[in-house]
Nanobody, 121 residues
Framework: QVQLVESGGGLVQAGGSLRLSCADS????????MAWFRQAPGKEREFVAT???????YYADSVKGRFTISRDNAKVTVYLQMNSLKSEDTAVYYC???????????????WGQGTQVNVSS
């Protein structure tokens, strides 16, 4: 079972930046597809970004051009650099790992505990 631990959340003003990190305890990290999802209060969990084993990336339209997902296989860590943050980006952000390059949450079988991001307007 892969264990994922997120960090880097916090409070930031609109227009600011944050970088989230997700450390993966699995020995097969380099073969995992990694993704970030988020869930705002009263809303369903939604896809944010994904990166596969060859560093191909895909983003939700709502974050395209503002967020960047990357991975460091040596550090078994995936990152989400978030720039030009908006109040609507406020949510709990979850890291996920799985075998499939997908935007669908059920396709990911390991999840972190989540990290809160609050963007003040």
């Amino acid at each position: 079972q892969v264990q994922l631990v997120e960090s880097g959340g916090g409070l930031v003003q609109a227009g600011g930046s944050l970088r989230l990190s997700c450390a993966d305890s699995g020995r097969t990290f380099r073969w995992h597809v990694m993704a970030w999802f988020r869930q705002a209060p009263g809303k369903e969990r939604e896809f944010v970004a994904t990166i596969n084993w060859s560093d191909a990336t895909y983003y939700a339209d709502s974050v395209k051009g503002r967020f960047t997902i990357s991975r460091d296989n040596a550090k078994v860590t995936v990152y989400l650099q978030m720039n030009s943050l908006k109040s609507e980006d406020t949510a709990v952000y979850y890291c996920a790992a799985g075998p499939s390059y997908s935007t669908s949450a059920p396709d990911y079988d390991s999840w972190g505990q989540g990290t809160q991001v609050n963007v003040s307007s």
